[in-house]
């Protein structure tokens, strides 16, 4: 059984506001009581001295993944070390539920591959009782990769699949406005010549035609058998807005433009953004500033995207600029996507009933540091400091 736990004089995050000098009680992993002036429970006492006490966070979209594994073009490091490396780094980032994003791109290259991606996702869940985080996987389609179909099909079928994306990488839309882009992107990262490029892109587009409808529609009717959530990827337009919501599709994944974001938000869709994009201050590839998103209240989640430490300092520079509250901005990477993928009712806030899951966070420097993680009341992080 599960010791009991009290954490207080916190400055206690709630979704709807800050509780000064405040308590949390937990017994057996989940959360009994969240207020001020409570008395102790029988197990072990965490002061927290007035540091902030956070939900753990939920991350719907991890690329690290695919970094750790990939440090160099077409240099692969072992899949079971990359992946107890990622946990790891996941943790003490402050991310307690975390959802491993893998490509399933046909031909595109390097480690977005089929066969590559299935075998770390089957390293996943081989590992999955020895990892600290929640994990879960989000898988990406892209949707001219016919000869994904018949893999994702398993894993879906048997339970891997907890978050399903459409992508459509063809260059003319989405993230790849103009084919130059798409070349320097993939050509310049794995050493491919122009001629190389020309093939690859030829290849796509008339897949993107007598394919990808096909595609789209088996992978979406197996997702809703399987009661798995569909989000949608690099949006670019009020008319592909307009065709998710014709496809029940819930989810629009980094709008590239500001228009895209806005009419998502208009039609109820959540829409995330990624916390490199609001610490730099923009898109690595020019497109949707995040922060612009997130002033107009466009977008209602962050996830780490490609950087698994970004997460808590976005959602404090957001509130240092007075852009959103913190416990609003705090509600972008926990509560906001725990409801986007049906896990509300259990994670995602500190409130009775809920996994234990709470980050203890030290803002007296010049950035904010994490100084305790609790993953269902037990410790799984402490910053040991002289």
Do not use: W
């Not at 980032?93 to 299935?118: D, P, Q, V």
């Not at 001629?195 to 030829?202: C, D, G, P, V």
């Amino acid at each position: 059984m599960k010791k009991n736990i009290m954490i207080k004089n916190a400055r206690v995050v709630t979704p709807r506001g800050i509780i000064e000098n405040g308590c949390v009680l937990v017994e057996n992993g989940r959360i009994k009581a969240v207020g001020q002036h409570m008395a102790e429970n029988g197990g072990a006492v965490f002061d927290a001295s007035n540091r902030y006490l956070l939900p753990g966070f939920v991350d719907l979209h991890c690329d690290c993944i695919e970094k750790e594994i990939e440090q160099r073009p077409e240099s692969y490091f072992p899949p079971n070390i990359s992946i107890l490396e990622t946990d790891k780094k996941a943790v003490s980032s402050g991310i307690t539920t975390t959802f491993y994003s893998l490509s399933f791109s046909g031909s595109e290259i390097g480690l977005r591959s089929n066969g590559k991606a299935k075998e770390i996702v089957n390293e996943i869940m081989r590992l999955k009782s020895r990892l600290i985080a929640d994990s879960r996987i989000h898988a990406r389609f892209e949707i001219t990769a016919t000869e994904a179909v018949p893999l994702l099909t398993e894993l879906i079928t048997e339970g891997s699949i907890d978050l399903f994306s459409i992508m459509d990488h063809t260059p003319g839309q989405g993230q790849f406005k103009d084919e130059r882009s798409y070349k320097n992107y993939y050509g310049k990262t794995y050493k491919k010549d122009d001629s190389s490029m020309e093939q690859t892109i030829k290849e796509k587009r008339e897949r993107k035609k007598t394919e990808a409808p096909g595609n789209i529609e088996k992978m979406i009717g197996l997702c809703r058998k399987q009661n798995i959530t569909i989000a949608s990827h690099d949006d670019d337009s009020a008319e592909r807005i307009m065709y998710l919501k014709e496809k029940n599709i819930p989810i629009c994944e980094f709008p590239v433009n500001l228009d895209t974001a806005k009419k998502a938000h208009e039609e109820g869709l959540s829409v995330i953004l990624g916390a490199p994009n609001i610490i730099k201050g923009g898109s690595h590839s020019n497109n949707l500033s995040a922060i612009d998103a997130i002033k107009d209240g466009f977008a209602g989640i962050i996830c780490s995207d490609y950087m698994a430490t970004s997460m808590l300092y976005a959602v404090f520079k957001l509130a240092s600029m007075k852009i959103l509250g913190l416990h609003s901005a705090v509600n972008m990477i926990s509560l906001n996507p725990a409801n986007a993928v049906n896990l509300g009712e259990s994670k995602g806030s500190l409130e009775p009933g809920k996994d234990a899951d709470m980050i203890l966070v030290d803002d007296s420097f010049e950035v904010p540091v994490i100084e305790k993680v609790f993953i269902k009341g037990a410790e799984v992080y402490h910053r040991c400091r002289s």
